[in-house]
């Protein structure tokens, strides 16, 4: 089968990796001949179900490791993982990510925290490690998966919004730090896509607003989508693969939205 972007016999860690978005993108750059490393948490049995699928079907090496993303410690070694398992890593896409939903003056700070730890502080612990082997390579692609919540605001998620505004910021600062290196640093800003995470958040918006499920997706969540409709991983997956392509190499600091014109107004 062609290679159209070109990246067959490169590796990748991607956080976050064991369900929704991380896992599709994962299996997006398996596809493409990218060994990878899948990481996230989640039933042991199930997790290397799908690791071996991912294996068998593409024929690259996939591995897993199973990195907290709240220890520095943990994440440090996930990438160490990738330098001694595949002598390289040449992509890190970084989308672990929890979410909570509550008033500011009801958020629990040890939710705000967590938030913080691992939407927003393990981006900076994964790049801080894998930066060193991209620069020893002269090339290298981080992508950070943001959300249309970097860009705008909505109520009752003041944590998320506050990381994902922050990964947006920190994105832009590190691609300046390396761009005559090789290496470009970008954010993807997905609106609403139909993954475990956003069906918890219906369950709690429903709760914090009190009005059904069935009206929260309409009234709430596709509400600001203008194309009212669920973001696709495919249309997900299909950036992603530009910008960690050589045609993406001109391409750095940018916060890119696959939103559904949400953020356009």
């Known amino acids: 089968m062609p290679q159209p972007y070109n990246l067959e016999g490169q590796a990748a860690v991607i956080t976050g990796s064991t369900s929704g978005i991380g896992q599709h993108l994962a299996e997006a750059l398996a596809k493409q001949g990218v060994n990878v490393i899948l990481n996230g948490f989640g039933d042991a049995a199930q997790i290397e179900a799908d690791r071996a699928r991912i294996a068998a079907e593409t024929g690259v090496k996939v591995l897993y490791h199973g990195a907290d993303m709240t220890r520095p410690e943990e994440i440090a070694d996930l990438v160490e993982t990738a330098r001694r398992e595949f002598g390289r890593l040449d992509i890190l896409v970084n989308n672990a990510g929890i979410q909570h939903v509550a008033p500011v003056d009801e958020f629990p700070p040890e939710k705000w925290d967590a938030i913080i730890a691992i939407n927003l502080t393990s981006v900076f612990h994964a790049t801080r490690a894998a930066l060193p082997l991209m620069k020893a390579a002269g090339r290298g692609r981080v992508v950070n998966i943001a959300s249309a919540h970097g860009l705008v605001a909505s109520p009752f998620k003041s944590a998320y919004v506050a990381a994902k505004h922050g990964v947006v910021g920190f994105s832009k ?39 059904a499920e069935d009206r929260v997706v309409e009234d709430v969540i596709l509400a600001v989508q203008p194309s009212k409709s669920f973001i696709t991983y495919d249309q997900l997956s299909g950036l992603l693969l530009y910008l960690v392509s050589d045609m993406g190499g001109g391409t750095t600091g940018a916060a890119y939205t696959v939103d559904g014109g949400w953020t356009a107004a």
């Open 173 to 211: 600062s590190a691609a300046l730090e390396v761009a005559k290196q090789g290496i470009t640093v970008n954010a993807i800003c997905p609106g609403y896509v139909k993954t475990a995470l956003v069906e918890a958040q219906i369950a709690d918006q429903a709760k914090a607003r009190g009005i």
